[in-house]
């Protein structure tokens, strides 16, 4: 089309306007006007010589978006996209000579482009100017077309690369056009090879036949093809890949090739190899074995194959058995098909006893064991039938013959044995195995002799044995011998056997009774021993030893002790059992009698009274007597012994009446001292209240001169009165009389309080206190604990001149409870050896010069380590002569009952 | 003016308690035993009764017993002197019906403060 409009323009333009002609030159113009215009191309005209733009028709006018008079103000640059220009100014200046056409960039008024083909040709007008006309024709939608078809092309692409399948695209000619990532993977080709690879699907020379055939076949007949064959892969590896094939079309029906997918089947292929083997020795073993084999489908029972073995022993023809179901020929209690066949896959591996029905209608027990196999495709069950009809019948008859015998000689107490003609052991019971100790598993088949007998009785086993295996005569058949026999831990034992012989099919066996009898002997002798050392024991005893009945009236056996103690002899009360009795002293009778009641109704008994002998002495007598009873639980002795203890009873009398004097006289002791305490209080009360009674008056007069010797006076009372307080406190805690009053404190402001009360001591000595302690609650007696503190702590500040006092309070546990520690350290002049002997023993001070120059009643510490001790705890000491002094004390956390201490 | 009753049988100290307390502003009533101490209580109906424990007569616990049983006398403050340290005696004279007790040699001071202590209980702010 734009090609004639070239030629029609070209042939306007060119032609002369001689004078004749001008009217039919109009009319030309006229119709070349008409055909611009109506063009559905874009025509432009531009000057050759200037570049300027003379004429548009109104399609170009749409393809621009200008009008006319743009147009004729443009110049041929002015319409192409600025990379455009120079690309658009070669070509124009190229068409002023020739036509041609080149594709472009123009620009529309708004600046958008549009790509377009220009073909363009120079032509010349009426006045003669050199012109050239270009046909513009769009191309955008061309480019949206090509584009579309670029993206769609990419999208199959990244899709086929995408797909895990091997994907191929044949030609007409069956050449590879295409192949997808997974194909170049598989057949291990790389990026770089892949133009190598473009020709056939590389397949086995064996296969290529029918891979030829089926790809014929498919463009033959339009229709897809597949096929299994072994391809050759880039390392020259064969694989087996199933191939599916589909022939591509044309629009006009032309065959334009296939596409394919292929896929790798090789380890099927060698699974199936490999099947069709096992398969193939399967049918061999099953066909010619001699056990009975069926195959029957797990689906519905049905018999799919059975052997000649199985055609045999149901005596059925084979068509028969194979139109048959497993249900048809095992008598199962009670169920339908159904109910059988579900489990069968589950039984898959397990033997199982049966009852199955041959074709004469008997009814034959049989062991079927059951498996699943593949057998190609499917699935069946392969079932191994063994007839094992005798065997029951056997074992039947075997079980219930040996359960009589098993009831017998398994509750038997005896051990019962039985040995083949071999010498072997062929019956061993439970009683034997815990006599001799070894079980029936390890005793049935061991040689009886080598087993049980004892070395030197082996000779005269073996001697006997020919005998007794050819005639079941013997020395010891019929008879019942002891004898002795080997345990399994090597220990003999004396037996009783009773030997039988016992012919089966003509063979001798023997049977062999056993009985323990070590007990007895052992029991006969050890009676025997203890008898005699019982005996011994008795008679050289100075106390006496009796056994008599529970009643007490008659007498088995009593000591001769009996006649050194009460004066009368043994004869006596073997004769009168009572008339032991009849010597005990009229006011324990009473008692006596309480306690033999409670003989007789089996309790031990320890009973203490006295005695007269017939010679007139009084005796103290203890006797402690048990019960004895037999198996049955009856009370049916009373053993006994009988002790003077007159010489323990006066000891004991002088104990108490000593004591009781020593507690009457602490008493008496601590009674006084209280009331001295008392006493001595009420004096030196006024005398320190007379003191500070003048103290404060005398302050309020103003007086102040004898503020001093008051204050001595103060001093030396307070001094005083403490003294009383330790001496008190020392005596009622020997007296029994301290109590302890428990309570819940805080153990940290027990220890400040005192730290507190003691600081003035400290500063007067130069000394600092350190005090390490949490806060704890301790259940116990603070106001104690604070005095302990008191002497302690006060002791380190005495002690110590300008050093330090460290107290250390720390929480410990232990399997009995929590404890605290308190450790009172010191810097001050330490304990020597000798002194700590003695430190905590009343009225001791380090030495006397001690005491005059610190101060105390040495009473401090013997008062805390009791109190202290009262409370469940302790106080230690470690001490360096010079260096200083560690005072420790201990204390549980928590007393759990109030108690008097007694120390 | 507020009277205290002060049971003593030693004369030293009636006298030292007798100048403490006047001194204090109290008007003071002696006793020499338990029985007076308890007579005495009942007839003059004293703020406050100070009782030594070791009385002839009638003791301090058993004086205290009987001021406690009559209505008259039962709501006096009673503090127990005693130079019986032992835990016990105090415990007996506080069962007995004593309201405080003070250990001798007594500490004016602390003694003083007591008895302001029963006399003024410390208001509780409600």
């Not at chain 1, 797909?163 to 997974?182: D, H, I, K, S």
């Not at chain 1, 009370?635 to 009446?657: C, N, P, Q, S, W």
């Not at chain 1, 260096?883 to 201990?890: M, Q, V």
């Not at chain 2, 058993?62 to 016990?88: G, K, Q, S, Y």
């Amino acid at each position: 089309m734009k090609s004639r409009v070239v030629r029609e323009a070209s042939l306007i333009g060119s032609g002369q306007t001689p004078p004749g002609v001008r009217e039919a030159l109009k009319h030309s113009e006229a119709s070349y006007r008409a055909v611009f215009d109506a063009s559905r191309d874009a025509l432009l005209i531009a000057d050759a010589q200037t570049g300027m733009l003379v004429d548009a028709n109104p399609a170009a006018l749409i393809l621009l978006d200008r009008s006319m008079e743009e147009i004729r103000g443009l110049h041929q640059k002015d319409i192409h996209a600025s990379e455009d220009v120079p690309a658009g100014t070669e070509a124009f200046h190229r068409y002023r000579y020739e036509a041609g056409a080149t594709e472009h960039v123009v620009l529309r008024r708004d600046g958008t482009r549009v790509p377009v083909e220009i073909a363009a040709s120079p032509m010349r007008d009426a006045q003669g100017r050199d012109l050239i006309l270009g046909i513009f024709h769009d191309l955008t939608e061309h480019r949206r077309a090509e584009e579309q078809l670029r993206e769609s092309e990419e999208r199959f692409r990244i899709m086929a690369d995408c797909c895990p399948a091997v994907m191929w695209v044949t030609n007409a000619e069956g050449l590879l056009w295409f192949v997808n990532r997974a194909y170049r993977e598989f057949f291990g080709i790389r990026g770089d090879q892949v133009e190598r690879f473009k020709g056939r699907l590389p397949v086995h020379l064996d296969d290529e036949y029918d891979f030829r055939t089926a790809w014929k076949r498919s463009v033959e007949r339009r229709m897809p093809f597949a096929t299994e064959a072994r391809v050759q892969r880039a390392d020259g590896e064969w694989r087996w890949v199933a191939t599916q094939g589909e022939p591509r079309f044309s629009q006009g029906g032309d065959f334009l090739g296939h596409v394919g997918l292929s896929s790798d089947i090789t380890d099927r292929k060698q699974a199936e190899e490999a099947l069709r083997e096992s398969e193939q020795s399967y049918r061999r073993q099953f066909a010619d074995n001699s056990v009975i084999m069926l195959l029957i489908d797990p689906a519905d029972g049905q018999i799919v194959d059975a052997n000649a073995a199985a055609l045999v022993f149901y005596g059925y023809p084979r068509e028969r058995l194979l139109a048959m179901r497993s249900s048809d020929i095992a008598l199962l209690p009670g169920s339908d098909a159904q109910q059988v066949l579900a489990p069968l896959q589950d039984m898959s591996g397990r033997l199982l006893q049966r009852q199955h029905r041959l074709a004469n209608g008997s009814v034959r027990d049989v062991e079927v064991s059951l498996s699943q196999i593949q057998l190609g495709e499917r699935i069946v069950v392969h079932s191994i039938v063994v007839d094992i009809t005798d065997r029951k019948r056997a074992e039947k008859e075997a079980q219930w013959s040996e359960a009589r015998l098993r009831g017998i000689t398994d509750s038997a107490q005896d051990a019962i044995i039985m040995m083949d003609p071999e010498g072997m052991i062929s019956f061993w019971n439970p009683a034997a195995e815990s006599i001799l100790g070894y079980g029936a598993e390890e005793a049935i088949g061991k040689h009886l002799h080598t087993l049980l007998t004892p070395e030197r009785y082996l000779e005269a086993h073996r001697a006997a044995l020919p005998e007794f295996l050819r005639t079941g005569r013997g020395k010891a058949i019929g008879k019942t011998v002891e004898l002795a026999a080997r345990r399994r831990d090597g220990r003999e034992i004396a037996i009783d056997l009773s030997l039988s012989a016992v012919s089966l099919n003509g063979k001798w066996h023997a049977v062999g009774i056993l009985r323990n009898i070590t007990e007895r002997q052992q029991a006969e002798q050890a009676l025997r021993n203890s008898e005699e050392k019982f005996r011994q024991l008795a008679e050289n005893m100075r106390e006496v030893f009796f056994v008599a009945t529970p009643a007490g009236d008659e007498l088995i056996y009593i000591s001769p002790a009996y006649e050194q103690i009460w004066g009368a002899t043994c004869d006596s009360i073997y004769k009168s059992p009572m008339s032991w009795a009849e010597a005990i002293h009229p006011d324990d009778r009473k008692r006596h009698q309480v306690m033999s009641e409670r003989q007789i109704r089996g309790e031990p008994i320890d009973s203490e009274f006295r005695i007269r002998t017939p010679d007139g002495l009084e005796k103290w007598i203890r006797t402690r007597t048990s019960p004895v009873r037999n198996e049955a639980g009856d009370l049916i002795r009373v053993v006994g012994i009988a002790e003077e203890i007159t010489e323990r009873k006066r000891y004991e009398a002088e104990l108490i009446f000593a004591r009781e004097g020593a507690e009457a006289a602490n008493l008496a002791k601590s009674r006084f001292l209280a009331n001295m305490s008392h006493e001595l209080r009420t004096p030196l009360n006024a005398i320190l209240g007379f003191s500070e009674l003048l103290m404060t008056e005398m302050d309020d007069q103003g007086v102040h001169e004898w503020d001093e010797d008051l204050q001595k006076i103060q001093r030396a009372g307070n001094h005083l009165s403490r003294l009383i307080n330790d001496i008190l406190d020392l005596s009622k805690i020997e007296a029994g009389k301290m109590r302890l009053s428990i309570e819940d404190f805080d153990i940290a402001v027990v220890v400040r309080d005192v730290v507190a009360s003691l600081e003035p001591l400290a500063k007067k000595n130069k000394n600092e206190i350190e005090v390490f302690c949490e806060p704890a609650i301790l259940h116990s007696d603070g106001m104690r604990v604070q005095q302990c503190l008191f002497n302690l702590i006060g002791n380190a500040c005495k002690f110590t001149q300008g050093g330090q006092v460290v107290i250390d309070v720390q929480r410990e546990s232990g399997v009995d409870g929590v404890w605290y520690r308190i450790r009172i350290r010191d810097s001050g002049i330490g304990i020597t050896r000798e002194q700590l002997a003695g430190l905590f023993t009343a009225f001791n001070q380090g030495d006397g010069a001690t005491t005059r120059k610190f101060g105390g009643s040495g009473l401090g510490l013997t008062i805390s380590r009791k109190l202290c001790r009262m409370m469940g705890g302790d106080i230690s000491v470690e001490s360096i002569p010079g260096k200083g002094s560690t005072f420790i004390l201990r204390i549980p956390g928590s007393i759990l009952t109030e108690g008097t201490g007694n120390l | 003016m507020t009277r205290i009753l002060v049971v003593e049988d030693d004369e030293a100290n009636q006298e030292i308690v007798t100048r403490v307390l006047r001194r204090e502003g109290y008007e003071v009533i002696l006793a020499g035993d338990g029985l007076t101490g308890v007579a005495l209580a009942l007839a003059e109906v004293p703020d406050l009764i100070l009782m030594d424990l070791s009385l002839p007569e009638l003791d301090g616990w058993e004086a205290t017993r009987r001021i406690r049983a009559n209505p008259v006398t039962a709501t006096i403050p009673i503090i127990a002197l005693t130079a019986h340290a032992f835990a016990e005696e105090v415990q007996q004279a506080l069962q007995a019906g004593c309201s405080r007790y003070e250990t001798k040699p007594l500490v004016y001071r602390r003694l003083i403060k007591k008895i302001k202590d029963l006399l003024n209980p410390p208001t509780v702010a409600v």
